[in-house]
């Protein structure tokens, strides 16, 4: 697409409704365990399928974009995830809803890792963290959007319209990209899994890199899917404000996204430091307070911290494999929301044993740590390419 601003407009517009469909579980578990006649715990189960359905699925859309164009399979990821949206809001039970949000992960699958190699390649690396970070923006922005209009949907409404909503919105998004956005060519000419993942799983520096997006997720997923239950136990507020409430992670990650650049340039290694320990402070402020602008600027710095660690873990993480972007932000995204199912899963137990306060004590250690490793790995690849360069002129 010649106009990049329209190409990050339009990718950006996709990323707004897919992560919207995937945030708006946060509110919506109470009501859905209601109307369905299940717990918590098990309501939660749809978010781990989703997620766990994502992760397992970025590992064959990645290649396959590489094989046959990203746009080709944006496109269809577009559609696929749109048509089990609108179907999730039909479920009947909860092994439907199960299935039908693990096939909406499968597709979305499709949508983020692949959005963001196609922005990635399509900027140099003068631009390039600059158009993921809008990218990035726009796909948190719908994240803290989602949380209200979740809400809004389910206190006037039903939970069930916010998932036939959101998919009519990626319908439509997939039509505009089906009309404007002009397709890419592939760029290795024979599609073989396994030689696709032998480059990036015996980089051991790129994997350790990853290895960091697994914890982010289990962080950062594995305790929001829990943080409407922990706003409606402490403050006994309707789906309607809790889903407002929640927004300001989204509001945090949107401003976030706009200052990265800006800080990072800044603060050079010390960005993943500071990113870390924002995170940390966010995360204790949920699990040690009750204070309801307290709880909000926890939120607020939670999300903060995620664009913060998240936009330079996968810019770097490209930059680590610039021939198979693809490739790499499949591992990046199957780490990521692997991390998120599992944080998920294991978190619902400590749920279950009464003390969901505990779910955010821990991670707020969790995070720092991955802020203080990525500031430690990232500024030693960084160093590495300035003496690459140096040697080079």
């Not at 339009?10 to 109470?30: E, K, R, S």
């Not at 918590?40 to 094989?67: C, E, K, N």
């Not at 710095?301 to 490739?327: D, H, N």
């Not at 899963?345 to 505990?358: K, R, W």
């Amino acid at each position: 697409m010649k106009n990049k601003k329209n190409l990050i407009l339009i990718l950006g517009l996709l990323a707004f409704m897919t992560n919207g469909d995937n945030y708006a579980a946060a509110p919506l578990l109470l009501k859905i365990s209601e109307d369905l006649g299940i717990n918590l715990q098990q309501a939660a189960w749809t978010v781990t399928a989703y997620m766990l359905s994502f992760g397992l699925f970025t590992l064959i859309f990645g290649p396959l974009s590489d094989r046959y164009g990203k746009v080709k399979i944006i496109s269809i990821a577009a559609f696929g995830t749109a048509f089990f949206s609108i179907l999730g809001g039909f479920s009947f039970n909860l092994p439907s809803l199960m299935f039908f949000r693990a096939m909406n992960g499968a597709f979305a699958a499709g949508v983020f890792p692949v959005t963001m190699a196609l922005v990635g390649q399509s900027f140099d690396d003068k631009n390039r963290h600059k158009a993921l970070g809008k990218v990035m923006g726009l796909m948190f922005l719908g994240g803290a959007t989602a949380t209200a209009i979740g809400g809004v949907l389910a206190y006037f409404g039903s939970w069930r319209f916010v998932y036939i909503i959101y998919g009519i919105g990626e319908l439509l998004v997939a039509f505009i990209i089906l009309k404007f956005v002009e397709p890419d060519k592939g760029i290795v000419r024979k599609l073989n899994f396994i030689t696709a993942y032998k480059t990036p799983l015996s980089n051991f520096r790129f994997m350790r890199l990853v290895t960091l997006i697994f914890f982010v997720g289990l962080t950062v997923f594995g305790s929001f899917t829990y943080s409407g239950k922990l706003l409606q136990q402490i403050s006994g507020f309707s789906v309607l404000q809790v889903g407002l409430i929640l927004s300001f992670f989204g509001l945090g990650t949107v401003l976030g996204g706009r200052i990265a650049p800006i800080l990072k340039k800044i603060m050079k290694h010390g960005f993943l430091i500071s990113a870390g320990i924002i995170g940390f402070i966010g995360l204790f402020t949920l699990s040690k307070y009750t204070n309801v602008i307290l709880l909000s600027s926890g939120l607020f710095l939670f999300g903060v911290a995620f664009i913060f660690l998240q936009s330079t873990l996968v810019s770097t993480a490209q930059e680590k494999l610039p021939k198979m972007r693809g490739t790499a932000m499949s591992l990046a995204s199957f780490n990521m929301f692997i991390g998120g199912a599992v944080g998920t899963a294991l978190n619902g137990y400590i749920l279950e044993a009464g003390n969901i306060n505990q779910i955010f004590y821990n991670s707020s250690f969790i995070l720092l740590a991955v802020g203080l490793a990525a500031a430690f790995f990232i500024g030693r690849f960084e160093m590495r390419q300035a003496q690459k360069a140096t040697v080079q002129n």
